[in-house]
């Protein structure tokens, strides 16, 4: 099995960085509480920038992940030497 570690990872980062972005949109905005509520990041919406980071870094892991996957179906598949020693499984 040749599942690349990017994929899930990326899915993981992706859908975290979803649901920030998501929460700091809904909390964008000049009502009171949500004033109070970025006052302690200095009137900076953390959730929404966070949320941005991981998104993006989630979607370049898992277009690498995808990336590499193509490239190695694509490749030939190697002799196997019946004379070798077996290894692993």
């Known amino acids: 099995m ?3 570690l990017r994929i899930p990872m990326g899915l993981m980062f ?3 960085g979803v649901i920030l972005t998501a ?4 909390t964008y905005g000049s009502t009171p509480g949500n ?3 970025y006052e302690r990041s200095l009137g900076i919406n953390a959730n929404l920038w966070w949320g941005i980071v991981l ?3 989630g979607l370049i892991m898992f277009f690498m992940g ?3 996957q193509k490239r190695l179906a694509a490749l030939p598949p190697e002799p196997i030497d019946e004379s070798a020693p ?3 499984h």
Not at 23 to 26: D, E, I, K, N, P
């Open 2 to 4: 040749n599942l690349d």
């Open 86 to 88: 077996r290894r692993g």
């Open 35 to 37: 004033i109070a509520l």
């Open 66 to 68: 995808r990336r590499s």
């Open 23 to 26: 929460f700091g949109l809904a």
């Open 14 to 16: 992706s859908i975290i």
């Open 55 to 57: 998104l993006l870094f």
